[in-house]
């Protein structure tokens, strides 16, 4: 599997961005997606994931991001979309889509999302 990350950019405090992650396989033969992201001198940290249940999709999300991103997919594109919005200066990093399917996982190139005070 392959993923593409896209829809990072610069973006004033309390605005709105759309990540999107193309997966190059269908993604319902992926049990899991993820958006992490990774701000400079930090660790990555796991912000929102969705897991297929049976034809139901199980979402979680970082604390720091309940209530205002949202994790998606539209299985018909393959893709997985990550809706930010208030978004804030700490929200500033580099954003990475990541798959898990049975031992193995792919994670896509980063996208950057600058949040300006």
């Known amino acids: 599997v392959q993923l593409q990350a896209f829809g990072g950019g610069l973006v004033q405090a309390g605005g709105s961005l759309r990540l999107s992650c193309a997966a190059s396989h269908s993604i319902l033969a992926i049990n899991a997606m993820a958006w992490y992201r990774q701000a400079p001198g930090e660790q990555r940290e796991l912000v929102a994931s969705?897991?297929?249940?049976?034809?139901?999709?199980?979402?979680n999300y970082a604390d720091s991001v309940k209530g205002r991103f949202t994790i998606s997919r539209d299985i018909t594109k393959n893709t997985v979309y990550l809706q930010m919005d208030s978004l804030k200066p700490e929200d500033t990093a580099v954003y990475y889509c990541?798959?898990?399917?049975?031992?193995?996982?792919?994670w896509g190139q980063g996208t950057q999302v600058t949040v300006s005070s």
């Open positions: 990541k798959a898990d399917w049975g031992p193995r996982s792919a």
């Open positions: 969705i897991r297929s249940v049976g034809r139901e999709a199980s979402k």
